[in-house]
Structure formats: structure tokens, C-alpha cells
């Protein structure tokens, strides 16, 4: 592994980890409903997550799923139901922020499953894969995850204070009703996707 290939690694892993997706659009919502420490915490787990993943599929686990289609049709269906379920909480959320207190964040655990049922998360991981490494060589592998890991936590971070400074110049519940249900109809188009992918 060389190092100009650090650069090219390094730009996937932006373009991947910042574009809109189900865990990005998770994090922007949590920015403009929560103190941004509690949005941090799901992006950890994220980031992680993906990570895991990450590693998973350069050491085989998308071949398995290739070769198991009833194993990767479950994995589609548990997605669906996960980012139907996150869909329909934003979209009863009436969008009083002082309300907040009672409400419990995404946590940890929430980002690490996000990323597992997460479509945008397992083609990012298998075209990385397929890209900028050869075989089930661990090496490139874990220095690909290297590289990843901070631009991954730092990307999905900048949704979340994206999601922040929404939240300050946002004080009406009818503004941040209409946010909700805005993310929360992108989350259902997304499930759409997976159905007809």
C-alpha cells in the first residue's frame, strides 16, 4: 500500500460518508431535536458501525450474502422496517423543542444497527472494497478503515451541527414540524429504493 493511494482513499471516504443517506438525514434530525452531545454519540456509534462493516465485507461477509440471496433478503427487509420505524417517529413529532427533556436520543447502539441495515452503508463498503483493495488481503483492508474512521465520524458530525444551527434560527414547532416530516418522507423514498433495487 502506498501512500498516493491515501489520497484517492481519502476522498471516497468523504464523498461516501457526507453524501445524503438514511444515517446522514438520522444525524441532521438529531442536531436540530437534541444537545449536540447526544447527536455526537450516535455518530460514534456510526462510525464504528461502518467501520465493522467495513472490515466485514473486505473479509468476505458480501460474498456470503452474494451466495445466501434469502440471508440478503432479510437484511432489505430488517433496513426497510428500521428506517420505516425512524420514518414514522419524525413523522408524529409535532415539533416543540422545549419538549425535549422526556425524549431519549439516538444513542450508540442505535448508529452501530443504523449502519448494518444502512444500504447507502453496504454499497459504500463494497465499492471501497472492490476499488482499493485486492482479495481478502487484511492489510489494505484495515488501512483503509484507518483512513476512514475519522472522515466517517467527521462528516456524519457535520450533519448533526448542520442540524444545530438549523435549530437555533428555528423557534416555531410549525418550521420544525415541517423539517421532521420533510426527513421523515426522505427516509420512506429511501425504503422505496431498497424495495425496487
Not at 438520522?26 to 456510526?46: D, E, H, K
Not at 413529532?93 to 452501530?112: H, N, T
Not at 485486492?134 to 466517517?152: K, R
Request: aromatic share 12%.
Amino acid at each position: 500500500m502506498t501512500l498516493s493511494m491515501l489520497l484517492p482513499m481519502s476522498a471516497f471516504a468523504l464523498a461516501a460518508s457526507i453524501s445524503p443517506g438514511p444515517v446522514n438525514l438520522v444525524c441532521l434530525s438529531s442536531g436540530t431535536r437534541y444537545p449536540i452531545a447526544q447527536g455526537l454519540i450516535f455518530v460514534t456509534g456510526a462510525t464504528f458501525g461502518f467501520i465493522a462493516l467495513f472490515v466485514a465485507v473486505g473479509l468476505g461477509l458480501y460474498s456470503l450474502l452474494s451466495m445466501v440471496p434469502a440471508l440478503k433478503e432479510a437484511l432489505t427487509l430488517a433496513g426497510v422496517a428500521f428506517l420505516l420505524y425512524l420514518s414514522f417517529q419524525l413523522a408524529r413529532d409535532r415539533g416543540r423543542l422545549e419538549e425535549r427533556s422526556s425524549e431519549k436520543a439516538p444513542g450508540f447502539m442505535s448508529g452501530v444497527i443504523m449502519q448494518w441495515l444502512n444500504p447507502k452503508a453496504w454499497l459504500a463498503a463494497a465499492s471501497g472494497i472492490g476499488a482499493f483493495t485486492s482479495g481478502n488481503d487484511l492489510e489494505p483492508i484495515l488501512v483503509f478503515a484507518t483512513v476512514y474512521l475519522p472522515i466517517c465520524w467527521l462528516s456524519l458530525s457535520s450533519w448533526v451541527y448542520a442540524g444545530a444551527f438549523l435549530r437555533r434560527y428555528v423557534h416555531r414547532p410549525i418550521v420544525m414540524l415541517t423539517i421532521n416530516r420533510t426527513v421523515a418522507l426522505l427516509l420512506a423514498a429511501s425504503c422505496v429504493y431498497l424495495l425496487v433495487d
